[in-house]
């Protein structure tokens, strides 16, 4: 093996330990990590579609209303009829503040 030879071959082998040192993890944050991520941030589909329905059913401006609120994976879609824009408007805003809500489908209507 010529010089240069010998000095990639060592830089590769301190490179790969460098490299397989690092990544190396505790026991405990292995076990532990799924279980923290799990708890933070993770709501269910159920507990979604019931924050939303109760923050609709506070509004005074869409009480009497019979907006559906349907759930999947945190996708919550929103299906009825209002009076007007501002009330769509006011509905699409209060499911988007509720805990759990990754994203807002607009299936409301005006009331023709």
Partial sequence: ???RTKSFAIAAALAATIL???CSKSPEAT????VASAAVGNVSDIDVTEHVKTALH???SLKGFDINV???KGDVRLIGVLNNQAQ???ALKIARA???AHTIHDELTIKK
């Fill in 1 to 3: 093996m010529n010089k």
């Fill in 31 to 34: 076990a532990t990590s799924p």
């Fill in 98 to 100: 509720s805990d759990g």
């Fill in 58 to 60: 506070q509004d005074e």
């Fill in 88 to 90: 769509i408007d006011e």
């Fill in 20 to 22: 397989a040192g690092g």
């Fill in 70 to 72: 349907v759930t999947l």
